[in-house]
């Protein structure tokens, strides 16, 4: 059976090659208005539903576990079909919601900081398991008002490209979710031949995982280093397509002793002089077994204040879900089916 949520519209168009009007009828019932079966579908009569019920289904993961934080944080555990558990984030926000997705179920890249890393990798996501994470919210929420989607969950989405540029294409269709293309970001460790077609494949803002302003403590930090040293990751930044008024976000991850000093702060309004960035602050997230600490506050706010004399925008991102390890790099898959 095909799982009619693995299609785009075009792919449905063609389900009907002398009415492909009927193409974008299905499109909207799956995307737009999110139903859970093609019986729900009452605009296409009895037979036609009955006959595309022998061939497609929609199938979504499993809805494992839901946890919620001090501060209204959720972190929603998926079973796929094969018995892995990916993990998507809720987050509230002043007038609305914004979700961070997984594109991956572990993750390659082997970052030092980040609790996914530990599982290993074990596939890509498909588009349905992509965009379902979505509408299962949708659905399961219709008062909430989800706003800004963020490919930064479990998972490097540039070595899922196909799948995430297919998602990020359904997501913002008229006859779908309707999501904004400046409300969706794709946050990247830094994989340059993905950086050098994303701007012409998708619209999505983009984030650039950091981390470090010198290749030396960006490999310990970042393995992926060794294979996209910082002056060609620069050179791929500098050739990135942006529409006017837009920027790249630089995420740095401030972790003890390691990157935070003032001089890390200098170096690197140095290595980003010419692009058109901001900076976010992401001050370490522990999580088990780990042996980097956190920054120290004043260490935060001193490379802050470094940064702020420069002429990047700069801000300090305020997690939330620490409590329940929802926070940025602490996603993990748990397999626990309680609460």
Known sequence: MINLLDLDKQ?????????????????????????????DMTNLSKALREELSKEYTISYPERLKVQVSNDGTEKHAYRLHDGLVIESVLMPEKSHWSLCVSSQAGCA????????????????????????????????????????????????????????????????????????????????????????TLHQDTEAALAVSLNAPTDEVRQRLMPVTKKYPLAVLMDALRSFGLPNRRRVTIEYVLVRGVNDSIRDARELIRILHGLKVKVNLIPFNPWPGCALEAPDPGAVSAFEDVLKDSPYAVMVRKEKGRD??????????????GG
């Not at 479990?154 to 269709?173: C, F, H, Q, R, S």
């Not at 329940?324 to 089916?337: E, R, V, Y």
Request: proline fraction near 6%.
């Open 324 to 337: 329940i390890l929802a926070a940025c790099g602490q996603l993990a898959g748990s397999t626990d089916s």
């Open 109 to 196: 890249m082997g970052c030092a900081f980040c609790y996914t890393a530990t599982m290993g990798f074990h596939r890509n996501l498909e588009v349905s398991e992509i965009v379902s994470q979505v509408l299962h919210l949708q659905r399961a929420y219709p008062d909430r008002q989800i706003r800004n989607i963020v490919f930064m969950g479990m998972g490097e989405p540039l070595l899922n490209y196909g799948n995430v540029v297919k998602a990020i294409g359904i997501l913002t269709d008229p006859e779908g979710p309707q999501f904004s293309k400046r409300r969706i970001t794709v946050s990247t460790c830094g994989i340059v031949p993905g950086l050098k």
């Open 11 to 39: 792919q449905m168009k063609a389900m009907f090659p002398d009415r492909p009007y009927r193409g974008s009828q299905v499109f909207s019932w799956v995307f737009g208005k999110a139903v859970p079966s093609i019986g």
